[in-house]
Structures are given as structure tokens and as C-alpha cells.
């Protein structure tokens, strides 16, 4: 076929690929910026490539005319998350999201692959607005942890260097690997409350610290030097103290001092 009319073909896919991508960075900004533990760590998108489509349809024999319709995986979006718990999380956001409607759910945690590979599958319906009108289109998400998205990975890499025979002794040890993987997976579960605390306490701190940055960079148009230099100071000796309460009322009070010099200028003004 015309490389011309595959680009035809792929072009919906490869904006529907950016605009998911997208649309998943733009909420892992929107938990940080409100302070929040996110589920998503990363993702990823790409579309099939031309060799890869023509291998599944000859593989599942599917004619050339089935293969938007059959091959669900033409656009594909990988969500990495740290925990498993956080699997089910950002399949129910997606789930509530008016703009992906799911077709089906593989569910490969509970049942792993003979293969040893785990991971929650999505097959969602996307529509992308093109020059020729809206195009409802199929992607696939797949969600995992890092720790199974390793595994995954290499296991995918060992396909493709065998050629889909990995000889048995290799196998063994990728299987005892998946199995490492799951009870990490499992022992990383038990701390997840702590580390969540523990992130949000930090994303908490970095926010309270760029508004102090933020007034005293303010105060620096109004206030006179000296003052500014104390102000500095107290803030290197509050933030030496690692104390996000501390933190918290130091801000409080810059917001009181940068208020004063508000209504001093107002009142300056109106003379
Ligand atoms: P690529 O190179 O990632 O695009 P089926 O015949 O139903 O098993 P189907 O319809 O492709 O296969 O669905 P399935 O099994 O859910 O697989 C979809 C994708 O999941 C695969 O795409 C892989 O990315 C990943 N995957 C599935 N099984 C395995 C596995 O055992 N190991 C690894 N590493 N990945 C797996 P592609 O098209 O196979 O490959």
C-alpha cells in the first residue's frame, strides 16, 4: 500500500496520541499544583508503527479493510504509576471522563499472563476533530507500576531479540523476576500511606516556600533594605528548623507585613 495513504491513516491516531498524552500531563499539574498526591506518575503515548500493524494483522489474519477496527491498539497510552493501588484509581478516572468512553477492560492483574506480565488494559473510544470532521477512534491505555512496567519492558525486549522464542532457562528466570515483582509491588503497598504523607507533606512545603520567595520578592519594590534583610534571614533560620508549621505562620505574617505596605501606598495614593 502507498506510504501516503498510511499516513492518511495514522495521522488521526498520532493527534489522538498527543491530545491524551497531553490531557494526562495537564492533570498530574493540576494535582501538584492543588498540593495533592497524584496517582499518574508518567505516561507515555506512540502509535503502531507500520511494520508492527501488518505483523498483528497477519498474525490474526485480519484483512486490510478490519484493521481500524480490529488492531485496538493503533494509538497506545502507557500510565505509570508507583503503587498498584493507584492502578484502579486512574482506571476510575478515566472511567469518569466524558470525553473516553471504555470499550473493554483486559485486566491482566488479577489474571496474569502465562508470560508472567501484569497490567490493567483500557480499550477506550476517542474522537479527534480532523479537516474532514470529528473521527471516532480506538486507543488502548495500558496502567502498571514502574516496578511492573520494568519487568514488562525487558520481557519485551527478550521477545523481540528471540523472536518470540525465549529459550526455556531464560523463561524461568523471567517468571521467577514477575513473581520478585509482584511481592515488590506488594511490600511497597505496605508503606504507601507513609510515602503518600510524605510527598504531600514536601509538595506542601515547596508551595509554602515559593509564596514566601514570591512576597518577599514584593516587599523588595516597597519595603527598605534593612527590613528585607531581616525579613531573609528569618526565613534561612525558619526553613533550617524543617518545621512546615513554622513555615506556615512566617508566611502568615509576611502576608500581614506586605498587606500593611498595600494600604500605606493606597493611603499615600489618596492624598
Ligand atoms: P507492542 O509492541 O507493545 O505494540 P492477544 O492476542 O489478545 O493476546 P492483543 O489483542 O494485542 O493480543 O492484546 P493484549 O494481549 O492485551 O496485548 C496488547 C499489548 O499488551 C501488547 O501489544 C503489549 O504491549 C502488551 N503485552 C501483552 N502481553 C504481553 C507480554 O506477555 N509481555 C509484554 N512485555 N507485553 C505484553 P503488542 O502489539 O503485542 O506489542
Known amino acids: 500500500m502507498e506510504i501516503q495513504l498510511w499516513r492518511e491513516i495514522l495521522n488521526p491516531y498520532e493527534l489522538a496520541v498527543k491530545e491524551l498524552v497531553l490531557k494526562f500531563e495537564h492533570m498530574k499539574e493540576e494535582y501538584r499544583e492543588n498540593g495533592l498526591y497524584c496517582p499518574l506518575e508518567r505516561v507515555d503515548g ?36 508507583q503503587f ?65 512496567n520494568f519487568w514488562a519492558t525487558i520481557e519485551h525486549d527478550l521477545q523481540y531479540k528471540y523472536k518470540g522464542n525465549i529459550p526455556e532457562y531464560v523463561r524461568v528466570r523471567i517468571s521467577s523476576a514477575a513473581e520478585a515483582i509482584r511481592m515488590l ?17 514536601s509538595l506542601l512545603q515547596a508551595g509554602i516556600v515559593a509564596e514566601i520567595l514570591n512576597n518577599i520578592q514584593n516587599l523588595y519594590k516597597v519595603a527598605n533594605k534593612r527590613e528585607i534583610i531581616k525579613i531573609q534571614d528569618e526565613f534561612y533560620r525558619i526553613y533550617a528548623l524543617n518545621d512546615l508549621e513554622q513555615l506556615e505562620r512566617f508566611n502568615k505574617e509576611l502576608d500581614i507585613i506586605a498587606e500593611g505596605y498595600r494600604a500605606q501606598s493606597i493611603r499615600s495614593g489618596a492624598l
Do not use: W
Not at 59 to 79: H, S, Y
Not at 185 to 201: G, L, P, T, Y
Open 185 to 201: 509491588d506488594k511490600e511497597m503497598s505496605s508503606v504507601r500511606s507513609e510515602i503518600i504523607d510524605a510527598q504531600n507533606s
Open 84 to 148: 498498584v493501588e493507584d492502578i484502579e484509581k486512574m482506571a476510575d478516572i478515566i472511567r469518569g471522563r466524558s470525553d473516553m468512553e471504555i470499550k473493554s477492560v483486559k485486566d491482566y492483574l488479577t489474571n496474569a499472563k502465562p508470560s508472567g506480565y501484569r497490567s490493567y488494559h483500557l480499550i477506550i473510544y476517542y474522537t479527534v476533530e480532523t479537516v474532514n470532521g470529528p473521527k471516532k477512534l480506538q486507543a488502548e491505555i495500558q496502567i502498571r507500576t514502574m516496578a511492573m
Open 46 to 81: 506512540r502509535v503502531k508503527s507500520i511494520s508492527s500493524i501488518l505483523e498483528k494483522a497477519q498474525k490474526k489474519k485480519i484483512p486490510f479493510e478490519n484493521i481500524e477496527t480490529e488492531i485496538e491498539d493503533i494509538a497506545g497510552i502507557r500510565l505509570i504509576c
